[in-house]
T-cell receptor, first 114, second 116 residues
């Protein structure tokens, strides 16, 4: 079956712009989580959506937002981009909640802010 | 808050040899899950092995096994018969067992190089 698909793979934006990243989970998976990966801060949890509801949120400013559609596809948006937002953004999908179900990751979107 | 610590930024091992990657964590929860993920240069995170805290038996997946010491909050990964394809970043991760807490806390990673 198809894996987790993230688009685009690479993105270059200018400071102050906004960006939208997309994640299509594995068919049937209802939970989608987003993570930011940077050399300095490592992997940090952004938020998790389950059945179109944000169920959990990490410690990021309000410029970071997301949503989930009825088909479980998810988008995350970053407004007023800063240089420090340059990172690899990873999406993970799982069938249901909790660690009893495996989280499958996409290949990520590499965002560069200039 | 949960924290995960990987004290070995880089390690190397000869092909066919055995290597152990260390991980410690801190939590006040009694039930939780621990994971080892592999991130090759392709950047895709791949689950290597999972351990449920309430299970005393150490998890094993082919050449990969863990040494889970709950009291010591230690969770090391042993890779036997190392192969060139094992070269990657390895992340130890923690997930609580509470509803609505479906997020992973990651360590800083260990870069493993398998030498031919």
């Amino acid at each position: 079956k198809a894996g987790v698909t993230q688009t685009p793979r690479y993105l270059i934006k200018t400071r102050g712009q906004q960006v939208t990243l997309s994640c299509s989970p594995i068919s049937g998976h209802r939970s989608v989580s987003w993570y930011q990966q940077t050399p300095g801060q490592g992997l940090q949890f952004l938020f998790e959506y389950f059945s179109e509801t944000q169920r959990n949120k990490g410690n990021f400013p309000g410029r970071f937002s997301g949503r989930q559609f009825s088909n479980s596809r998810s988008e995350m948006n970053v407004s007023t981009l800063e240089l420090g937002d340059s990172a690899l953004y990873l999406c993970a999908s799982s069938l249901d909640a909790g660690g009893s179900t495996e989280a499958f990751f996409g290949q990520g979107t590499r965002l560069t802010v200039v | 808050a949960q924290t995960v610590t990987q004290s070995q930024p880089e390690m190397s091992v000869q092909e066919a040899e055995t290597v152990t990657l260390s991980c410690t964590y801190d939590t006040s929860e009694n039930n939780y899950y621990l994971f080892w993920y592999k991130q090759p240069p392709s950047r895709q995170m791949i689950l290597v092995i999972r351990q449920e805290a309430y299970k005393q038996q150490n998890a094993t997946e082919n050449r990969f096994s863990v040494n889970f010491q709950k009291a010591a909050k230690s969770f090391s990964l042993k890779i036997s018969d190392s192969q060139l394809g094992d070269t990657a970043m390895y992340f130890c991760a923690f997930m609580g067992d509470q509803t609505g807490a479906n997020n992973l806390f990651f360590g800083t990673g260990t870069r493993l190089t398998v030498i031919p």
